[in-house]
């Protein structure tokens, strides 16, 4: 039922029976307000505004067609990333999300790419960006110099399970690294791709999907606690059947986004 729905048919302004749900909808505006706010001064404390971190001309084309199905400035919003943090960004790619957190952190702060594997492309962004150091690492392994704000993962939860290290499970080696490498206080941001419900981590290797409640579940294990989850990314079409890559699916999969905090 709407708010307004709620208000008694025929009632005059300032009617008593009125003032409750007045008040509530005055309440609801607010905390849009307030939380709108936020994002703004999140994106205009940075080095640039966020439209123009997105607009930048020396971002790749392949980065800007991508950025309605990643909805990069709502998913920073959320994981509460701020100018001046410390960031371990594991498993980057080709760096899509290391160029806007570079801009988006500035120059007081930092970005760790955690790369499993020589990258050109990561290559070129450190050359061209100060606050941007290539990490290479081994899997499971997150090498920082000092304890960071942020440990950042976008579509990789899913190939951490399938890197196992003899008996261990990469993903408990990623998440016992993430909790050492965090300050106390410090988020665990978590994105990828979401696979049909009791499937759990049966097609990590099959079709790169798992599901929220193992990821959670392994993470919490590891200390963490859980502090938030996120729609944002979620498609209803996606059926959870096919591989992530295949032509129709690829940007529009089902995807969760978790978000997690070391305890102080």
Do not use: C
Not at 190 to 199: L, N, R
């Amino acid at each position: 039922m709407a708010l307004t729905d709620m208000i008694r048919p025929g009632a005059a302004p300032g009617d008593a029976e009125e003032m409750p749900v007045r008040k509530a909808i005055v309440r609801a505006t607010l905390a849009v307000g307030i939380v709108m706010a936020g994002a703004t001064a999140l994106a205009s404390g940075a080095a640039a505004p966020f439209a123009a971190i997105l607009a930048d001309p020396s971002r790749p084309e392949a980065d800007r067609v991508r950025d309605a199905d990643r909805k990069p400035a709502e998913l920073i919003a959320f994981a509460r990333l701020r100018p001046g943090a410390q960031v371990a960004e594991l498993a980057p790619g080709g760096g899509y999300f290391t160029r806007i957190l570079s801009a988006l952190v500035g120059p007081r702060g930092h970005i760790y790419a955690m790369a499993g594997r020589p990258s050109p492309a990561l290559n070129d962004i450190a050359a061209s960006h100060a606050n941007v150091s290539v990490v290479p690492v081994k899997p499971g392994e997150i090498n920082v110099p000092a304890p960071v704000d942020m440990v950042w993962t976008t579509l990789n939860y899913h190939d951490f399970k399938n890197n196992k290290q003899g008996d261990v499970d990469g993903a408990a080696l990623i998440n016992a690294a993430a909790f050492k490498a965090l300050k106390p206080g410090g988020i665990y941001l978590i994105v990828d791709h979401q696979s049909a419900p009791g499937a759990g981590a049966t097609v990590t290797a099959t079709l790169h999907r798992i599901e929220d409640s193992v990821v959670r579940s392994e993470v919490e294990h590891a200390g963490f606690r859980f502090d938030g989850a996120s729609d944002l990314l979620r498609h209803g079409a996606d059926d959870h059947t096919l591989k992530v890559v295949e032509t129709g699916i690829r940007g529009k999969t089902d995807q969760f986004i978790l978000r997690f905090r070391k305890p102080r």
